[in-house]
């Protein structure tokens, strides 16, 4: 069987898209092998030259190519490999419109979508193409539900395959920097991991700046780490500034990727109140430290923290009333401790790399 996978973004960039387009190469990386399949992944603005291709492509059954932004060339490309698959995997509701192009009508089309993106009127070039996939994959019921709530679609083309953790994450021999060796002081901390631009404003990193006056009343030595960076950063550290919180604030920019790990082991909590998330990896991520998670009751969230057993959704209120969570959890180890291991435990449940794959090998099989 050939499989021709059209990707936007693998190892060039960083996000929770390209997470889910790295565990579906690394879990066909596997299945290539176990199934004798010819898989062939482009990627439309990756360069190709990644150190990180070997740590997820290590079958020879797999291509793969980054087209460095080239839109017409990677269009003609897909078009002819299309001819030559038996099935197409678009993973981004973007491609859609290339559907009507694939000249062969006897490969099936898979689609999978993750947020924002579909949570509306879609194109009608979109629509189109849509009505020639044979099933829609999403990463959440919500993102599932808003994409019906908009458009029509057969509810039965539908299919969900929730995010997992990267694998690579995982990694057992991974070196773990103390809070020292971060440069983060020795206190409670408080973790957000996220893009800090201006397009990502619903995430809403600003409504946690804004709570840290609350906070402090009650845990002086607390401190926000922010991990990321973006256009947006110099608004958020100014919003610090103006309410006087800079000193137990600090924005570190973006870290390299096996850093990453450490400033979540060295949380005491995860917050992220975004309103807007198809899912939210990041959540995941701390989930594996057993790190309690702050999010907002809103997009996919719900379908990651369990409400009061893993963390805690914000009703997305008052300012105030996420200091009151974050101080509560601050305050009690027993219950950060509690609430940290269930979510552990719930990730190993239900969002394990193992799962994801096996998930993966039912729906392309179908």
């Known amino acids: 069987m050939r499989i021709l996978v059209l990707l936007t973004d693998l190892f060039d960039k960083f996000g929770g898209i390209q997470t889910f387009n790295r565990c579906i190469v690394n879990a066909l990386s596997s299945l290539a092998e176990k199934n004798n399949w010819q898989v062939y992944v482009f990627v439309l603005n990756d360069k190709g030259n990644s150190s990180l291709i070997p740590k997820y492509i290590k079958s020879k059954n ?5 087209f460095k932004g080239n839109k017409i060339l990677y269009t003609l490309t897909n078009i ?4 030559k698959s038996n099935i197409v995997f ?4 973007n491609f859609a419109p290339l559907v009507p192009f694939f000249l062969s009508n006897k490969n099936k089309r898979y689609l999978v979508i993750h947020g924002i993106d579909v949570w509306k009127k879609l194109s009608n070039l979109q629509i189109e193409g849509i009505s020639e996939i044979d099933k829609i ?3 959440s019921n919500f993102t599932k539900e808003q994409m019906l709530k908009f458009n029509n679609i057969l509810n039965t083309k539908f299919t969900i395959l929730n995010n997992c953790l990267d694998p690579i994450f995982q990694d057992k ?7 020292k060796e971060l440069n983060l002081p020795n206190n409670p901390i408080i973790l957000s991991v996220s893009r800090l631009d201006d397009a990502d404003k619903y995430k809403k990193i600003d ?3 804004k709570s840290m006056p609350f906070i402090l009343k009650e845990i002086p030595n ?15 550290e100014q919003i610090t500034k103006n309410i006087s919180v800079n000193n137990n604030v600090i924005f570190t920019g973006e870290v390299p990727h096996d850093l990453l790990s450490s400033y979540y082991n060295a949380c005491d909590v995860f917050v992220l109140p975004s309103l807007k998330e198809g899912f939210g990896i ?6 594996y430290y057993a790190k309690p998670c702050v999010g907002a009751k809103a997009g996919g969230i719900p379908e990651v923290i369990e409400d009061g057993v893993t963390g805690f959704l914000w009703d997305t209120g008052y300012v105030y009333s996420l200091a009151d969570i974050i101080i509560r959890l601050l305050k009690n180890d027993d219950l950060k401790q509690s609430l940290g291991l269930a979510g552990k435990e719930r990730l190993n449940k239900m969002f394990a790399f193992e799962l994801f794959q096996k998930e993966l090998e039912n729906i392309l099989c179908q």
């Open 137 to 139: 994959i999403s990463v």
């Open 282 to 287: 990041v959540f995941l991520e701390a989930m």
């Open 207 to 209: 409504l946690v700046i």
């Open 80 to 83: 002819f490999f299309s001819m």
């Open 90 to 93: 678009l993973g981004h509701i």
């Open 62 to 66: 797999i291509v793969y190519k980054g």
């Open 173 to 179: 021999n991974q070196k773990l920097y103390s809070k």
């Open 222 to 236: 607390a401190t926000y780490v922010i991990v990321g960076d973006g256009n947006d950063r110099p608004r958020l």
